[in-house]
Structure formats: C-alpha cells, structure tokens
C-alpha cells in the first residue's frame, strides 16, 4: 500500500506548533524563532514534507509561476524563445506555464483572465491582441510582451525592420526592380512594421512592392501565395516568416519555376532547417532564445518592484539585432523575364486581379 504524503499538519501536530507557524518557517522564516525554525524544517525533513507551490502563495501573494503565451507553439519560430524565458525562469527559481493562443486574440484574453491570479506575472510573445486590451493587462497584471510596442507596457522587440532593410536593399543589389512582399497575420505587430519599411525602402529605392496577404504563417500558406506571387510577375519574394518562405520554395519548385534562376526568396527568421532546404534559405536572423531570456529577465524585475510600483511608468524596450543571413535562395534578377517585358499599367492590372483574388479567399 502506497504511503500517503505527509501534509503541513502532520509537520505541526510532531513540532507541536499550529499549522500556520509551519507555513511562516517556510514562507516568511523572519518571523519564526531560530529555535523553532530550525526544529520545524529539520522535522519536516525527516517526514519527507514538501510543501506545496500554491499553499505558499496563499500568504506570500506569489506563486512563483509565470506565464508564457505564444500564438502557435508549432512554429518552430517560438522553440528557441520557449528555451530561453525557461531556462531564465529556472535560474530564478520560477516554473513557467505555456499556453498557445492559436493566432487568435479571444483565445489569448480567455487564457490571461483563466491564469491571472495563478501565475505571478505574463510574458505576452507577438500578442494578437489590441492595444487597448493589452493596456487593460498591464492594469491588473504584470506583464512584458514580445515583438510588440505598446506604451507602457515593457517589451522585447527583434529589429526585424532593419533586417527587412538589409534583405530590400540585398534583393536591389542583385537587380530586382519588383518585389512581393507575403504578409503574415492581419493583427500581427511586427508584420505592419515590416511592410512599412519596404514601402519606404521602395520609394527611396525606386522598386515596385506589392502585398499579398494576410496570410496563415505556414508552410501551407506559403505554397498557396506563390501562385499569386507568379501573376505579380516579381522577380523576388520576402516573407514574413520562414515557413512561408519554405512553403513558396516547394510549389515553384512543382511548378518548375528555378529559384533564384527565375524568382529569388527571402525568409525571416532563421529557423531550424532553413539552411536544409533545396536552395537553402536567405533570411533574417536574429537571437530568439536571448528574446525569450530578456522577457522574463524584465518581468522579474517588475517583481522584484513589488505590488505597489506605479504601472504608468514607460520603460525602456529591450531591442535585439537582426541580420541578414545569405545562401542560396538569392540571385540576381533574370536578365529578361516577364516582369521586364509588361507595362507599368498592364502589371497595375494584375495587381487588382490578382488583390481580389486573394480577398476572397481571406
């Protein structure tokens, strides 16, 4: 028969204390005599008394718990992040709890409302919710989010618009005069920021790019944009992510399309296997696992502060650097090619064609 495990009054009826003196031997040990201290934890451990996360958080306000969100924990984008907030959280002494908000914000609210109060804080990663939502958060919470700027909430943010600088101005260097840009999901932070950098870079650069999207971030998304990138007649594509990347590497090479010989691809991301695919992948890289390590770095700082800290105060991002990462997926633009050979209103034509096509499959 199994022995069953001893619980905090077992530990007070051998020590002959209350219940309560027990927990502030563990808890708050200041407020225990040496003597009586000492007696409880040696007793405690003769018994093999463990005691429990959440009882110690009813006195202390703390569970030690923190909360991790990331909006598709098969992306293999979030694994390195994932390694890093846990592996800081476990120097700290801390457990970390990970939900997937499945790209959507309702999944995400319902998550933050079911774990506040049982963890001691969030870490929000790329949060598909509003601004004004992630305000509300921050009221009642701590809270640190990633790829994400919302003041004055803390966060971690992966330059991704100076990557995407370096990735325009490589694709111009190689001759590409049109560029499609596969856009990620519609509430995505650091995909408007992404998209913005390559209209400006366009108008100082005198490119055409077009948008296509919002897309699912996958490698099944990926393959269904590239037949819209074809009917764009662009020489080059860039990604928001890698599986799209990935995704568009596989259906021109079912359509015989040669990458780079006909289409160059830019991914982002740099995520494992990106250098195993057929060309390996140009894309931007960036120190995941130090955003992941960062984020709860602030977040147990704002701990440390202590309930009573005002939540008003901006506090200063932490900004990683990316870079570009070239391989084989880049060339030069063909010297001929139909992009080349169409007028400016001819392509505006497809552009429209080719916009409503893709509206009404949204």
Same mark, same amino acid.
Not at 127 to 153: G, I, M
């Given at each position: 028969?199994?022995?069953?495990?001893?619980?905090?009054?077992?530990?007070?009826?051998?020590?002959?204390?209350?219940?309560?003196?027990?927990?502030? !031997?563990?808890?708050?040990?200041?407020?225990?005599?040496?003597?009586?201290?000492?007696?409880?934890?040696? =007793?405690?451990?003769?018994?093999? $008394?463990?005691?429990?996360?959440?009882?110690?958080?009813?006195?202390?306000?703390?569970?030690?718990?923190?909360?991790?969100?990331?909006?598709? =924990?098969?992306?293999?984008?979030?694994?390195?992040?994932?390694?890093? !907030?846990?592996?800081?959280?476990?120097?700290?002494? $801390?457990?970390?709890?990970?939900?997937?908000?499945?790209?959507?914000?309702? #999944?995400?609210?319902?998550?933050?409302?079911?774990?506040?109060?049982?963890?001691?804080?969030?870490?929000?990663?790329?949060?598909?919710?509003?601004?004004?939502?992630?305000?509300?958060?921050?009221?009642?919470?701590?809270?640190?989010?990633?790829?994400? &700027?919302? &003041?004055? /909430?803390?966060?971690?943010? =992966?330059?991704?618009?100076?990557?995407?600088? #370096? !990735?325009?101005?490589?694709?111009?260097?190689?001759?590409?005069?049109?560029?499609?840009?596969?856009?990620?999901?519609?509430?995505?932070?650091?995909?408007?920021?992404?998209?913005?950098?390559?209209?400006?870079?366009?108008?100082?650069?005198?490119?055409?790019?077009?948008?296509?999207?919002?897309?699912?971030?996958?490698?099944?998304?990926?393959?269904?944009?590239?037949?819209?990138?074809?009917?764009?007649?662009?020489?080059?594509?860039?990604?928001?992510?890698?599986?799209?990347?990935?995704?568009?590497?596989?259906?021109?090479?079912? *359509?015989? =399309?040669?990458?780079?010989?006909?289409?160059?691809?830019?991914?982002?991301?740099?995520?494992?296997?990106?250098?195993?695919?057929?060309?390996?992948?140009?894309?931007?890289?960036?120190?995941?696992?130090?955003?992941?390590?960062?984020?709860?770095? /602030?977040?147990?700082?704002?701990?440390?502060?202590?309930?009573?800290?005002?939540?008003?105060?901006?506090?200063?991002?932490?900004?990683?650097?990316?870079?570009?990462?070239?391989?084989?997926?880049?060339?030069?633009?063909?010297?001929?090619?139909?992009?080349?050979?169409?007028?400016?209103?001819? *392509?505006?034509?497809?552009?429209?064609?080719?916009?409503?096509?893709?509206?009404?499959?949204?």
């Amino acid at each position: 028969m199994r022995e069953r495990t001893p619980t905090i009054h077992d530990v007070a009826a051998r020590c002959g204390v209350n219940a309560s003196t027990v927990s502030r !031997a563990f808890t708050k040990p200041e407020r225990v005599s040496p003597a009586t201290r000492d007696r409880i934890l040696a =007793i405690a451990a003769e018994m093999g $008394y463990r005691p429990n996360a959440i009882a110690r958080a009813l006195p202390s306000g703390r569970t030690r718990t923190l909360g991790l969100l990331v909006p598709d =924990i098969t992306n293999p984008f979030f694994l390195d992040l994932i390694r890093g !907030a846990e592996r800081a959280a476990a120097v700290a002494g $801390y457990t970390l709890v990970l939900a997937d908000t499945e790209e959507t914000s309702q #999944q995400e609210t319902t998550v933050v409302e079911r774990l506040t109060g049982a963890v001691d804080g969030f870490v929000l990663a790329s949060s598909r919710a509003s601004d004004e939502r992630l305000r509300e958060v921050h009221a009642k919470t701590r809270v640190v989010v990633v790829n994400r &700027r919302v &003041r004055p /909430l803390p966060g971690v943010l =992966i330059d991704s618009a100076h990557g995407t600088r #370096q !990735a325009a101005e490589h694709l111009a260097s190689l001759g590409h005069r049109r560029i499609a840009y596969l856009a990620g999901p519609r509430a995505s932070w650091s995909d408007a920021r992404r998209w913005r950098t390559l209209q400006a870079l366009a108008r100082h650069r005198d490119l055409e790019v077009v948008r296509i999207g919002p897309l699912a971030p996958t490698v099944e998304g990926g393959m269904a944009a590239a037949d819209s990138a074809v009917l764009h007649d662009v020489t080059a594509v860039v990604t928001f992510n890698d599986l799209l990347a990935i995704g568009v590497l596989r259906r021109l090479r079912d *359509r015989g =399309i040669d990458v780079p010989g006909q289409i160059s691809v830019v991914g982002c991301d740099d995520i494992f296997g990106a250098d195993f695919c057929h060309p390996s992948l140009t894309t931007l890289a960036a120190p995941i696992e130090s955003a992941g390590r960062s984020a709860v770095d /602030l977040l147990l700082g704002l701990l440390a502060d202590g309930p009573d800290r005002p939540r008003t105060e901006d506090t200063e991002d932490v900004v990683l650097p990316t870079r570009l990462t070239i391989r084989e997926s880049t060339g030069p633009a063909p010297a001929s090619g139909r992009a080349r050979g169409r007028s400016p209103r001819q *392509r505006a034509a497809t552009d429209r064609r080719t916009a409503r096509a893709v509206g009404a499959t949204r």
